[in-house]
């Protein structure tokens, strides 16, 4: 699963609705999107650059 907004630019814990603040991603896609730091990019990044390929 991949946390839309990134646990580290969280500034305190809050509870997280899995329906809207979770992704789930294969093991390949989640480690693409955190290829870039300290902003993952978002899934839709990652496709458009995985099909401009």
Same mark, same amino acid.
């Given at each position: 699963m991949h946390h839309l907004? &990134? %646990?580290s630019l969280v =500034? !305190? &814990? /809050?509870p997280y609705? &899995? @329906?809207t603040d979770l992704i789930p %991603?294969?093991?390949n896609c989640h480690r @693409?999107?955190? $290829?870039r730091r300290p902003v993952p990019w $978002? &899934? !839709? !990044?990652? /496709? =458009?650059?995985l099909s401009s390929d």
């Open positions: 907004q &990134p %646990l =500034g !305190e &814990p /809050r609705d &899995p @329906a %991603l294969c093991p @693409a999107v955190h $290829t $978002t &899934p !839709e !990044e990652l /496709r =458009g650059k």
